[in-house]
């Protein structure tokens, strides 16, 4: 107020909104949800259902069966299946151990499919429509290991000692498949882990070439640890070529939110919601009672590079199979894949993680107070 007067503005508001930055080849890949702000209101657009669900355009026309190996009650039901999908005229593949072991058996499945190569391997999600695994959750880690591009959706049925993802029922392996190649279906999206090792120079030098300068994907975690060293792990970690920290302990792990439930968790990481596109970066035993695990967003790339001066090599594995060794100097990068593996569901996706926490892992069961009336907090 000046001279016992107030002065008057005009009200002038400009709209803008908040878009995802674009870089490079990437320009289209994080457009998604922006933030807009129009008269006044700062706003994000309604939540809607995020469950995903599998139509089919046409009818599937060819499955391929991956099965838990060296168990009777696998290959008994496989055979079984294989008889039934045949009689409803679908083409099936199966593993080349698996046909060997279904001749033998029975010389009239020849109709049988399979691959003789990598290369072949490499192009098979153009012939399949759907894949069912018979084994427990390392079946699923099998069948995502083999299609490193893109994978078709995945029914498994549960047959092992770990059910996370595996939440069909054998028994009415019929009705399920029935219901799902008719659709639509519920499916969860798992999103994997795109990893490659880039050896330093000397350490290439030093000893042989080993096969870890390939690409791996991933569906569980890496995990690095120290190995048969005496020493703590010294590894440097760069989110994005930006320095982060050093991680001395036993190691470090990089999981997937499906991963979240397995080694991590173990570790001290938190349960994620294995549609949450993000990556955990959990240490093992810290040697500082700060260091807590980190959930990132799914854009980053992660380097965990091992110093040259370190005093003892790093070993790195993917989902628990093909242990590496890291030289002084050697990284390991890894981002999110471009390709998830679609698994279906017999709930919608948060109540089938629910549902699986409480039962694979009896999560929040305890005895309730209450006198005589001991119950599960279920």
């Known amino acids: 107020m000046i001279n016992g007067s107030f002065f008057s503005y005009p009200l002038v508001q400009v709209s803008f909104r908040l878009e995802w930055i674009s870089e490079g080849n990437k320009s289209t890949q994080y457009q998604q949800d922006v933030v807009t702000f129009e008269s006044g209101n700062i706003s994000t657009p309604t939540c ?44 099936i593949y199966v593993e080349p151990r698996v046909r060997r072991e279904m001749l033998a058996d029975d010389l009239s499945m020849t109709f049988l499919h399979t691959w003789d190569s990598d290369e072949e391997l490499c192009f098979l999600h153009n012939k399949i429509d759907l894949i069912v695994t018979l084994g427990g959750d390392g079946t699923v880690l099998w069948a995502a290991s083999l299609f490193r591009g893109p994978v078709p959706p995945v029914v498994s049925f549960a047959m092992g000692s770990l059910g996370f993802m595996t939440p069909f029922q054998s028994e009415s392996y019929r009705e399920c498949l029935l219901s799902v190649m008719k659709g639509p279906a519920y499916i969860t999206i798992r999103h994997r882990l795109h990893c490659r090792i880039i050896r330093h120079s000397s350490s290439s030098k030093s000893r042989k070439k080993q096969a870890g300068e390939e690409v791996y994907i991933v569906l569980n975690e890496v995990a690095i640890d120290r190995g048969m060293s005496s020493f703590l792990t010294n590894l440097e970690c760069y989110c994005d070529n930006i320095f982060v920290t050093n991680v001395q302990g036993d190691g470090l ?12 968790l173990s570790a001290g990481g938190s349960m994620v919601h294995p549609q949450v596109a993000a990556m955990l970066f959990t240490p093992i035993c810290p040697h500082s009672l700060s260091f807590r695990p980190l959930i990132l967003p799914e854009h980053v790339t992660l380097r965990v590079q091992v110093p040259e001066k370190s005093r003892g090599d790093a070993w790195v594995s993917f989902d628990g199979r093909e242990r590496l060794q890291l030289g002084c100097g050697d990284a390991l990068v890894c981002h999110l894949s471009s390709w998830p593996v679609p698994t279906a569901c017999t709930l919608e996706s948060t109540n089938a993680f629910l549902e699986g926490v409480k039962e694979g892992l009896y999560w929040n069961m305890r005895k309730l107070q209450g006198g005589k009336d001991i119950r599960l907090n279920i």
């Open 48 to 91: 809607k259902n995020k469950q995903i669900i599998l139509v089919w355009d046409s009818p599937p026309q060819c499955v391929c069966i991956l099965t838990k190996p060296n168990c009777k009650r696998v290959h008994d039901l496989c055979k079984e299946m294989i008889v039934w999908l045949h009689s409803v005229s679908l083409s």
């Open 253 to 264: 792990i990089l999981s997937t939110p499906s991963g979240s439930t397995a080694y991590s």
